[in-house]
């Protein structure tokens, strides 16, 4: 079965970090593209970030460019997702999603496969 696994979420202050985790097993991890999205209390689900099998990443919120980084490690079938100066709004439960054909997208039906979020609270 495929499944994917978000963690390292929790409770900061502003200005402090975190480095998500998306872990994945079921299927041939180094063919697939993983997308970062978020969804913040009374709001939708968008897309944050996404990295190709090759490493290659795209970011898809102006307001996290220059704070977040993301990252894979396909010999431990994990990406991560670095994120610096933290702020409030940031505050959402954070997700990780896979797709197959190794495609990259901020909308969430392109992704077949999704794991469950992992909560990130940042306080003022």
């Known amino acids: 079965d495929v499944q994917l696994q978000a963690s390292g979420g929790g409770l900061v202050q502003t200005g402090g970090s975190l480095r998500l985790s998306c872990a994945a097993s079921?299927?041939?991890?180094?063919?697939?593209?993983i997308g970062w999205f978020r969804q913040a209390p009374g709001k939708g689900r968008e897309g944050i970030s996404c990295i190709y099998s090759s490493g290659s990443s795209l970011y898809y919120l102006d307001s996290v460019k220059g704070r977040f980084t993301v990252s894979r490690d396909n010999a431990k079938n994990t990406v991560h997702l670095e994120m610096n100066s933290l702020k409030p709004e940031d505050t959402a439960v954070y997700y990780c999603a896979a797709n197959p054909g190794n495609v990259c997208s901020s909308v969430r039906s392109v992704y077949d496969y999704w794991g469950r979020g992992t909560q990130v609270t940042v306080s003022s």
């Open positions: 079921g299927f041939s991890f180094d063919d697939y593209a």
